[in-house]
């Protein structure tokens, strides 16, 4: 199954930019996606076709594509930020797979 | 306003079976694709499986020839038929929706049910 490797955590002070790497061999076509998961919840979909935000989305949120990785952001963070990230791909020719996950923390 | 809610979870003994139900509304179940999504308690997501509006189907190779995804068209309802249950199947089994076109991302997911396998 297709791999993706993210950093299992990244920590941001409140106000300043989170950046959430997401790296997987090969990429070509695939379409990146981010979901947030906080403690005891169902993952939300941040993020789609590597940069578009669903409605009800911050727009401090966004997502970016170059190489081999795509780039959560989250600019301006806050408390409320804090939780579990997992990216994931898709293309034709691949299953849907997920990333490893970042918790992210903010001080 | 689109809802998903799964249930039928519960323990389980290895070997054994049990069937995971979702109703949706919202939306027309057979308009879209369907997915089950899994996620070992503290670990990361899994893609289990995924039934097209056309009633094509596809499975992880984890649970390839155990699992059987399926719709009730009349029900509005998903379901994933889970045999010869492993302990490493134990999970949290989310299902959520797929846009067709294209079927790149979970756009809804349910709040979960929790499957344990254990003797």
């Known amino acids: 199954s297709y791999k993706l490797t993210q950093p299992s955590s990244v920590s941001v002070s409140p106000g300043q930019t989170a950046t959430i790497t997401c790296s997987g061999d090969t990429w070509g076509d695939k379409f990146a996606s981010w979901y947030q998961q906080k403690p005891g919840q169902s993952p939300v979909l941040v993020i789609y076709q590597d940069k578009k935000r669903p409605s009800g989305i911050p727009e401090r949120f966004s997502g970016s594509y170059s190489g081999n990785t795509a780039t959560l952001t989250i600019s301006g963070t806050q408390a409320m930020d804090e939780a579990d990230y997992y990216c994931?791909?898709?293309?034709?020719?691949?299953?849907?797979?997920f990333g490893t996950g970042t918790k992210v923390t903010v001080l | 306003e689109v809802k998903l809610v799964e249930s039928g979870g519960g323990l389980v003994q290895p070997g054994g079976s049990l069937r995971l139900s979702c109703p949706v509304s919202?939306?027309?179940?057979?308009?879209?694709?369907m997915s089950w999504v899994r996620q070992a308690p503290g670990k990361g997501l899994e893609w289990v499986s995924i039934i097209y509006s056309g009633g094509s189907t596809f499975y992880a190779d984890s649970v390839k020839g155990r699992f059987t995804i399926s719709r009730d068209d009349s029900k509005n309802t998903l379901y994933l038929q889970m045999d010869s249950l492993r302990v490493e199947d134990t999970a949290f089994y989310y299902c959520?929706?797929?846009?067709?076109?294209?079927?790149?991302?979970?756009?809804?997911w349910g709040q979960g049910t929790l499957v344990t396998v254990s003797s």
């Open positions: 994931q791909a898709w293309d034709s020719s691949t299953p849907w797979a």
């Open positions: 919202g939306f027309i179940v057979s308009s879209y694709y």
């Open positions: 959520a929706r797929v846009p067709v076109a294209p079927p790149s991302h979970f756009d809804y």
